[in-house]
């Protein structure tokens, strides 16, 4: 089965850190670029960062440059997000999503992670 | 920043036909591609590339786009269509490369 699940979600406190994952299955991995979105409480879809299959190209949002840092591993076909200095604007459900190879949209959604900052 | 704008809430008679815009500034010079979320679940792609539908989304749904509007539409509107839903495009140019539509409620009466 073609899917993507996500893991490493939790409760931090403000300024501490926290390591996302997710695992692949179902499909050549290494020949996708992959994404972090994100779903504050109540509020809509935010992009976070873009990962290209060979971890060449990378882009971050400005809210979260200098704070997360996304990589991969295509031998573990695993996707990760390090995310440092959390702050309680952070709180949010973390998804994993596929890049379509013809387009830039995403045609492969995880089901989510949810991180809360607080103290 | 690329701004996307859709109204907060559409509502729809079973049967009916639901259109949600999604705003942007000369947005027919991009492609526009538009999820579907249920209430706790992940999204899901329902129409991307303006007007094109994934393998197994039923061809109620349709897009178009042109001038500063993209529109989806869901004719024959069923209950299991009740769910938020999110345009996006990919804009170089922003802070955020891909952009996310404010998102629309859509209630089926």
């Known amino acids: 089965e073609v899917q993507l699940v996500e893991s490493g979600g939790g409760l931090v406190q403000p300024g501490g850190s926290l390591r996302l994952s997710c695992a692949a299955s179902g499909f050549t991995f290494s020949t996708y670029s992959m994404n972090w979105v994100r779903q504050a409480p109540g509020k809509g879809l935010e992009w976070v960062s873009y990962?290209?299959?060979?971890?060449?190209?990378?882009y971050y949002a400005d809210s979260v440059k200098g704070r997360f840092t996304i990589s991969r591993d295509n031998a573990k076909n695993s996707l990760y997000l390090q995310m440092n200095s959390l702050r309680a604007e952070d709180t949010a459900v973390y998804y994993c999503?596929?890049?379509?190879?013809?387009?830039?949209?995403?045609?492969?959604w995880g089901r989510g992670t949810l991180v809360t900052v607080s103290s | 920043s690329y701004v996307l704008t859709q109204p907060p809430s559409v509502s729809v008679a079973p049967g009916q036909t639901a259109r949600i815009t999604c705003g942007g500034n000369?947005?027919?010079?991009?492609?526009v591609h538009w999820y579907q979320q249920r209430p706790g679940q992940a999204p899901v792609l329902v129409v991307y590339?303006?007007?094109d539908r994934p393998s197994g989304i039923p061809e109620r749904f349709s897009g178009s786009n042109s001038g500063n509007t993209a529109t989806l539409t869901i004719s024959r509107v069923e209950a299991g269509d009740e769910a938020d839903y999110y345009c996006q495009v990919w804009d170089s140019s922003s802070d955020h490369f891909y952009v996310f539509g404010t998102g629309t409620k859509v209630t089926v009466l």
């Open positions: 000369n947005i027919g010079s991009k492609s």
């Open positions: 590339d303006d007007s």
């Open positions: 990962i290209s299959s060979s971890s060449s190209t990378i």
């Open positions: 999503a596929r890049v379509a190879v013809a387009g830039w949209y995403f045609d492969l």
